[in-house]
């Protein structure tokens, strides 16, 4: 669980230049891929004991084994240690700044601090330039049973990124359930034996997506229909925005078809342009919906009618998010 907050917590933090991510990957326990096709190596070490500084020297000294392995990979960015001990190297070593979380680079540590890692570095033949990309991580997480305490500060950090793209302020998107998604993601994703399986940022972005265009049962558009029927095309519904396969692809593709109409529409305003593509367009996304011939009846109907609606209402909201996380059409 921790690992799965940690591998959030970094993605995050490179959101704009990550492409995909692996827990568990070939390597290491985190595995970031860059844009410019570099890596970015984790190593997440929790304390599961109550008390803080405990076997936390051994901790980073088995984490730098592995990290001073992957500083010989041609692709190296970053070499980062994560853990959940305020006393990252020890208590003889206190740096407040990671008291209760925090970042440093190799060269914001104290000189004490540069030295003992040296000493331990240099035995595993790394090189002053390898230190150079080390950087320390403190991730407040606690092994206690309550989940709320447990998942604190990696919440925090999911909130910082929903303000950053511009809808803290939206309750359907909440951090916890949010982070919930994410860790199950990871989760999975470390479960796969084959670890060339990554996550792209399209697959870490698209809960958001599906947060923003939830429907439920007090939807107003299924207030003439009986609750059996209600009940299908809720199922279905959830099942197509949650494992849609093209994902952003179809996105753009509904919001570019869209704009297209909206061009040659003589409506008078944007709602009853949004209503009349959908009432005339629906059955042309079908197919991208993974809704089989089959599901052309009421609740094929309804399920794309209101995939198209919510997609188009939260328009401007995931155009937003996209250049947020700088993810391109």
């Not at 592995?66 to 959940?84: F, G, M, P, R």
């Not at 093209?246 to 996105?251: G, M």
């Amino acid at each position: 669980e921790f690992q799965a907050n940690a591998a959030i917590a970094l993605f995050i933090r490179n959101i704009e230049e990550a492409d995909a991510v692996r827990v568990e990957g070939a390597r290491d326990d985190i595995e970031i891929t860059l844009s410019n096709g570099r890596t970015i190596f984790g190593q997440a070490k929790a304390r599961a004991g109550i008390e803080p500084g405990k076997d936390s020297t051994t901790r980073f000294s088995d984490a730098l084994q592995t990290l001073a392995e992957d500083a010989l990979v041609d692709s190296c960015a970053q070499l980062i240690y994560v853990t959940n001990d305020d006393y990252p190297l020890g208590r003889s070593l206190d740096l407040s700044t990671f008291h209760g979380g925090g970042y440093l680079s190799f060269d914001e540590l104290t000189p004490a601090m540069q030295e003992y890692i040296k000493e331990k570095a240099f035995a595993l033949c790394m090189t002053e330039d390898d230190l150079t990309k080390l950087s320390i991580m403190v991730l407040g997480f606690s092994s206690g049973k309550d989940p709320e305490t447990r998942h604190k500060n990696i919440r925090a950090q999911v909130r910082d990124l929903l303000y950053k793209l511009e809808i803290g302020i939206h309750g359907s998107v909440n951090d916890g359930a949010l982070r919930d998604q994410w860790g199950l993601l990871f989760q999975e994703n470390a479960g796969n034996t084959d670890t060339t399986v990554v996550l792209s940022k399209e697959d870490f972005i698209w809960p958001i997506v599906v947060m923003l265009c939830r429907i439920g049962e007090d939807d107003a558009v299924f207030l003439d229909y009986e609750d059996d029927l209600v009940q299908d095309v809720l199922r279905e519904y959830d099942s197509i925005i949650e494992y849609q396969t093209q994902r952003f692809e179809l996105v753009t593709k509904i919001i570019v078809d869209f704009k297209d109409y909206k061009t040659q529409s003589d409506s008078a305003t944007l709602g009853d342009a949004r209503a009349r593509f959908i009432e005339l367009h629906w059955r042309n996304y079908i197919e991208d919906l993974g809704l089989d011939a089959a599901s052309s009846n009421e609740i094929g109907e309804i399920v794309s009618k209101r995939i198209l609606q919510k997609i188009l209402y939260r328009q401007r909201t995931i155009s937003a998010i996209k250049r947020g996380v700088n993810l391109a059409d």
